[in-house]
């Protein structure tokens, strides 16, 4: 082998780096995700000499422009974005294949390209045809909106030098390849090295860049994972590929919160934006079932009302079935248990399936009384009021404690009509009236399981 180059193992779903091959990644637990990688070491003297030219600086003598942020026209978007694209920053787009990345990304073009910014789009995956075909479901484009198929990151990066764009997409990461790495397009080192010069680019010239990872389910390609720590942004793309609607979530934001999410449907004409999550999440509900109660999550800042679904039966096998669509597995069975063992509900002979309709994915445990009431209701076979609204979480000795930002819940909860809402005892002793809306503050679960036994 030549001198400064090294074998190393790199784990396609984390990054993780190994000396020799490993059967289970220890950072990420995944199994056989280990391919091995020619790196090349540089000498330790030429970093010092690249390192040595900058010299340190005190904090005074930073001149920041007044964050100017570009929107992208869409709500939803800017929201994950913190307000808007930061010039200079890299964002990262995740998920799975086929979700909606390119379509998102394109829209993202249209909009920026009215507004007389220059837009360059790279794809690596798609022919030219291709895009304007896709182009044309979505609608008119702007001519500040140029393309470029190619996937040698060193003709990129020359071309954007030249062009110098505000924004550029790159689409994906993963068909990229730089020439100075010897590892095939997709693997963990080109993946890197090449949002490394991205990221050079963008900061650099000023330039935002948008790339594209899909998530990936075998060890083939290395998954966006790999690159989160490298990018200022990082935003999945979530929801089942088979219904319409499709969650952003940002994961990552050095210029804003996490933990916002999107939301937007798709349609015949590209991503639409649903402006108002909770009506479009209770869609389709019926009224009058058991086992159905409204919960109410904060994303981020917006209070989403959801439907938790839970049906409780008999069960045929030694070991009953405990399922979990949308939320934590062990959530539920801890949550299971404490029905047992405060309310000496017995549900050892059940099999209990709980699901958070939409499709979406919950980890907030203020949707715990929700979940508890919904298998109450289920179990006894009994309705809840399809007017009520529920929300608390649930400690191991059935009491409901407080959750942050209550009175926004309720509020929320009047919005969209409902007149009763059961949450925990302290919030409703710090919100006091709410017009319209019946409060019930409830210390325990049995104090709740009595409220909708009236
Ligand atoms: P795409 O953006 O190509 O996914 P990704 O880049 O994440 O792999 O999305 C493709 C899917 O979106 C495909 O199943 C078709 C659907 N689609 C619509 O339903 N309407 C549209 O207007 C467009 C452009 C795509
Ligand atoms: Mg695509």
Sequence with gaps: MAKGKTTVFFCQSCGHESAKWLGQCPACREWNTFVEETIEKKSTKVVQRERAAAGPVC??????????????????LDRVLGGGIVPGSLVLVGGDPGIGKSTLLLQVCQKLSEDEKNVLYISGEESLKQIKLRAARIGKFSDQLLLLCETNLNLIAETIRQR?????????????????????PGSVSQVRESTSVLMQLAKGLGISVFIVGHVTKEGTVAGPRVLEHMVDTVLYFEGDRHASYRILRGVKNRFGSTNEIGVFEMRESGLTEVQNPSEFMLNG??????????????????????????????????????????????????????????????????????NIAGGIRISEPAIDLGVILAVVSSYQDRPIDEKVLVFGEVGLSGEVRAVSQASQRVQEARKLGFTTVILPEVCREQMGEIEGVRLYGVRTVADAVRLIRK
Excluded at 59 to 76: G, N, P, Q, V, Y
Excluded at 171 to 181: A, G, L
């Design 164 to 184: 110098k764009p505000d924004v550029v997409i790159i689409d994906s990461i993963q068909t990229m390849y730089n020439e100075e790495i010897s590892s095939a």
């Design 285 to 354: 509900r019926l009224e009058a079932a058991s086992g159905s109660v409204v919960a109410c999550s904060m994303e981020g800042t917006r209070p989403i009302l959801l439907e938790i679904q839970a049906l409780v039966c008999h069960s045929t096998l030694a070991v009953p079935r405990r399922a979990a669509a949308g939320m934590d597995y062990n959530r539920i069975n801890l949550l299971l248990a404490v029905l047992e063992k405060r309310m000496n509900l017995k549900l050892g002979n059940q099999d209990v399936y709980v």
């Design 59 to 76: 904090l005074s003598s930073i001149e920041t422009k007044d964050e100017e942020r570009m929107s992208t026209r869409m709500d939803e």
